[in-house]
């Protein structure tokens, strides 16, 4: 079964700056559109980022201009460049496909902004 592992998430200052990384294995992951999620506490998970099969991406409104999802299929990985992060972007984020599977949630990676 396919499997996601989500990792780079820490502790950042307001105005800082995190990659997150997603690696997948055990699927084909360059025929899947993926995508980043996140849960923050007591909100509903929402789709924040997400990259096509062709490298077209679209992101939330609240993260645009500040947030850069890429692929690299040769790897297998799907990343998330966040700069000027904010205390509302405080979360846990996981990666899955576009539209999510629920077989393919993980751990998340947890991002917590705080001065």
């Known amino acids: 079964q396919g499997q996601l592992v989500e990792s780079g998430g820490g502790l950042v200052q307001p105005g800082g700056s995190l990659r997150l990384s997603c690696e997948a294995s055990?699927?084909?992951?360059?025929?899947?559109?993926m995508a980043w999620y996140r849960r923050a506490p007591g909100q509903q998970r929402e789709l924040v980022a997400s990259i096509s099969v062709f490298g077209d991406t679209t992101y939330v409104d609240s993260v645009k201009g500040r947030f850069t999802i890429s692929r690299d299929n040769a790897r297998s990985t799907v990343n998330l460049q966040m700069d000027s992060l904010e205390n509302g972007d405080m979360a846990v984020y996981y990666c899955n496909v576009n539209p999510s599977n629920d077989r393919y949630w993980g751990q998340g990676t947890q991002v917590t902004v705080s001065s």
């Open positions: 055990r699927i084909i992951f360059r025929i899947y559109n």
